[in-house]
């Protein structure tokens, strides 16, 4: 039970998940792996999404890890079902953008989700769409450069401001709702909010995944009662990248 529960990112955008794991199970000892190095995810194709996740896998599974969350939309989108092909006696949790809360909230609104060119592309994103969009209308939006920012702890900054606003400005006041479909995503809340209104909704898919990583290792026996720990890898391996990760766990 004291095994770690591995947490995988694309970079340092999968911190925003970790941070609702560690109010969900603060008993738990977390492993956080992000490959910065290679972000971001967002714009490679699929194959080589599925090989840089399925290597991070058998990183953390040969870690000794008990379940695997990927915390990136990107990796899950393209490499979830592969994943769990590979280990099918493993607990592998994946995160999807928090389409279903959106319209549950506003069923016969507009909603737009914000995710990487690579989320939006996979199936899995289409078949969320198809399946919970009901009578609300969704639009799409993919912010090229966020993510960057982000790995540069720039989320909250001017450039990110500039950088979102060609891509929201146009859809100020007319949605109800939107979706962070990345989980790099929520560390720029505050330029979204000046851009689109400190009183739009925004949702994204951390909490429900801590819920179902609860869920999982609560059916399989596998909670770990206390006390927990947090350690920290990256593939980039810096000084200044592991203070990131300390600053947006916060």
Known sequence: MSAPVAVFDS??????VLRCLLRELPGENFLFYGDSANAPYGVRPTAEIRALTLAAARR?????????????????AAAINELREAYPQKIVIGIEPALKPAVDAFPHGTVAVMATQATLRE?????????????????????AGLVELVERGMGDSPEAEALLRPYLAPLAG??????????????????????????????????????????????????????????WENSLGTAQIYRLCERLVR
Request: glycine share 14%.
């Open 11 to 16: 970079g340092v955008g999968g911190v925003s």
């Open 60 to 76: 953390l599974f040969g870690a000794g890890a008990k379940a695997l969350v990927v915390a990136c939309n990107t990796a899950t």
């Open 123 to 143: 199936e899995k994103f289409h078949t969320l769409e198809a399946h919970f969009a009901g009578d609300c209308r969704i639009l799409t939006v993919s912010p």
């Open 174 to 231: 007319k949605i109800d709702a939107l979706v962070l479909g990345c989980t790099h995503f929520p560390f720029a809340s505050a330029p979204i909010r000046r851009i689109l209104g400190e009183s739009l909704p925004l949702y994204d898919g951390g909490g429900g995944t801590a819920r179902e990583t609860r869920r999982r290792l609560a059916a399989a026996g596998l909670l770990n009662p206390g006390p927990g720990s947090l350690s």
